[in-house]
């Protein structure tokens, strides 16, 4: 983390925005190996831990795919395509289950969206926020280590393979997945938004 060192509170600012602006999407495609070792993963699974958490419910989850699981994932991934085209040809199949194996480092968000009568006020787009935020938190801290890092989702994340492999629970929803590793080729950094696009104030 040398290159996010500062020696005084001062400094504190600039190190956050350098941080948090350069951070990008890396897509797996574009990631190699190797990925965080064992402690690079503890801390960035730790940053989850900062996002805000209303009654501290603990909302969301991760579970890390292994290399030894990654062909369990391909199955899902296929058979979660053919569940939606039994048409797919060989070439589709083997697409679908190449994702699987991209990432260095590859793990599942799951929010929690209900709790029967425990935590009933808290709702749903509260552990979604909750969820974003643990998921930001994560991104930076793996930016902060230079590794590049990417939020992938697609149509299996609701399927019943990708649900059974994960043991979600009837109130549990597969968010995204968290695909971390070594940048192989970066991508130019987006252009982003004006504040003014997106802040507005409100009037007296």
Not at 77 to 91: G, I, M
Not at 103 to 119: E, N
Request: net charge neutral; with cysteine.
């Amino acid at each position: 983390m040398d290159r996010f060192f500062f020696d005084t509170a001062a400094d504190a600012p600039h190190w956050a925005a350098t941080l948090i602006n350069s951070r990008r999407t890396t897509l797996p495609k574009r990631m190699q190996g190797p990925g965080p070792d064992a402690a690079q993963t503890r801390q960035i699974l730790e940053a989850a831990a900062a996002a805000p958490d209303h009654d501290q419910i603990l909302p969301w989850r991760f579970v890390i795919v292994t290399a030894d699981a990654r062909a369990n994932l391909a199955d899902a991934f296929e058979q979660a395509l053919v569940a939606r085209d039994s048409q797919v040809t060989d070439a589709q199949r083997v697409q679908a289950r190449e994702k699987a194996f991209r990432s260095p480092l590859l793990m599942l968000a799951i929010v929690r969206l209900q709790d029967g009568d425990v935590a009933g006020g808290i709702t749903s787009a509260e552990r979604y926020v909750s969820a974003g935020c643990a998921l930001q938190n994560m991104l930076l801290m793996a930016t902060a280590h230079s590794y590049g890092s990417a939020l992938t989702s697609g149509k299996a994340l609701q399927s019943a393979p990708l649900r059974t492999l994960f043991s979600l629970g009837a109130n549990e929803e597969a968010l995204c997945f968290v695909n971390i590793g070594t940048i192989a080729s970066a991508r130019p950094l987006r252009k982003r938004p004006q504040q003014d696009s997106y802040v507005t104030t409100l009037a007296p």
